[in-house]
């Protein structure tokens, strides 16, 4: 069975660092496209980025180059997502999904798998 | 960025009936258009992509049309699983989601 299983819920500060994962089973990690995707309290969805997992090319939405790190290790099937110094805005529910369809090269597409997303509050 | 916009927002409809929903894009995305499901909760499930074709395990009472700048979802005869908020994404740039349309009991 394809899975995301992200990490736990994060209470952080203003100003900490922190970097969650997603870890990929039941498919070949290494060919599937990894993005990220926030969801504001009460609000929408919005693609922050992407990642393959097998060559670590990756792409960023312009709105959030910058301010996030995505990376991956392939070893041990996980994606990540980085912030050095968090902020209040960042307070979020933030999900993994994989895109529809092995490529090595990146092409728009659509999310058949997700994460059951991991909250994060920022909070003095 | 292309901007999605769905209608309404809010949809109340009573179990066993239809519902359909709207969303736009701002600018051409031909049938790159997928539509998922979220329950509170939850994270979003696909229903629908390349504008019509229900992913696998969704049930044939979700149906999706459209190309172009104009995209619906039709869920016939609802089900009490269904009462849930819908999104659409385009993909024809970097994805880019509508507001979502959120389907209550009436």
């Known amino acids: 069975e394809v899975q995301l299983v992200q990490s736990g819920a994060e209470v952080k500060k203003p100003g900490e660092s922190l970097k969650i994962s997603c870890q990929g089973s039941g498919y070949s990690f290494t060919t599937y496209w990894i993005a990220w995707v926030r969801q504001m309290p009460g609000k929408g969805l919005e693609w922050m980025g992407i990642?393959?997992?097998?060559?670590?090319?990756?792409r960023y939405n312009p709105s959030f180059q910058g301010q996030v790190t995505i990376s991956a290790d392939k070893s041990i099937s996980t994606a990540y997502i980085h912030w050095s110094s968090l902020k209040a805005s960042d307070a979020a529910m933030y999900f993994c999904?994989?895109?529809?369809?092995?490529?090595?090269?990146?092409?728009?597409?659509?999310?058949?798998?997700w994460g059951q997303g991991t909250l994060v509050t920022v909070s003095s | 960025e292309i901007v999605m916009t769905q209608s309404p927002a809010t949809l109340s409809v009573s179990p066993g009936e239809r519902a359909t929903l709207s969303c736009r894009a701002s600018q051409s995305v031909s049938t790159k258009l997928a539509w998922y499901q979220q329950k509170p909760g939850q994270a979003p499930r696909l229903l629908i992509n390349?504008?019509?074709t229900r992913a696998t395990g969704i049930p044939a009472r979700f149906s999706g049309s459209g190309s172009g700048t104009e995209f619906t979802l039709t869920i016939n005869s609802l089900q009490s699983e269904d009462f849930a908020v819908y999104y659409c994404?385009?993909?024809?740039?970097?994805?880019?989601f509508g507001q979502g349309t959120k389907v209550e009991i009436k």
């Open positions: 994404q385009q993909y024809d740039k970097w994805p880019t």
């Open positions: 990642i393959h997992p097998g060559n670590s090319d990756i």
């Open positions: 999904a994989r895109q529809a369809y092995p490529s090595e090269f990146y092409s728009y597409n659509w999310f058949d798998r």
């Open positions: 390349g504008a019509s």
